[in-house]
């Protein structure tokens, strides 16, 4: 069945950037919304961003201004895109997808890429 795969964490000091990618191996055609969330030692899952097929976007406060998330709707790909990244950042960052398969709605989870900003 359905599978992301993320990639792109790391440990990355202050002000750094970084890159995550998410691949789903799902019919891209399928997918509805692919997105980020993020959970940090003792807090809760949390929205970074998502992206809807048609382009639109949702923005956590947090992100806004220094996280951009994209998709290649034709390969079934996300990036988000950090910049100035603070300790508060770190986390593990789960790709999520809602996606219809064989007529019913789902929901698909990556397993998670750890980033670590601290210098």
């Known amino acids: 069945q359905g599978q992301l795969v993320e990639s792109g964490g790391g440990l990355v000091q202050p002000g750094g950037s970084l890159r995550l990618s998410c691949v789903a191996s799902?019919?891209?055609?399928?997918?509805?919304?692919m997105g980020w969330y993020r959970q940090a030692p003792g807090k809760q899952h949390e929205l970074v961003a998502d992206i809807n097929s048609g382009g639109g976007t949702n923005y956590a406060d947090f992100a806004k201004g220094r996280f951009t998330i994209s998709r290649d709707n034709a390969e079934g790909r996300a990036y988000l895109q950090m910049n100035s990244l603070k300790p508060e950042d770190t986390a593990v960052y789960y790709c999520?997808?809602?996606?219809?398969?064989?007529?019913?709605?789902?929901?698909?989870w990556g397993q998670g890429t750890q980033v670590t900003v601290s210098s």
């Open positions: 799902l019919n891209p055609f399928s997918i509805l919304v």
């Open positions: 999520y997808a809602a996606a219809v398969v064989s007529g019913k709605k789902d929901d698909y």
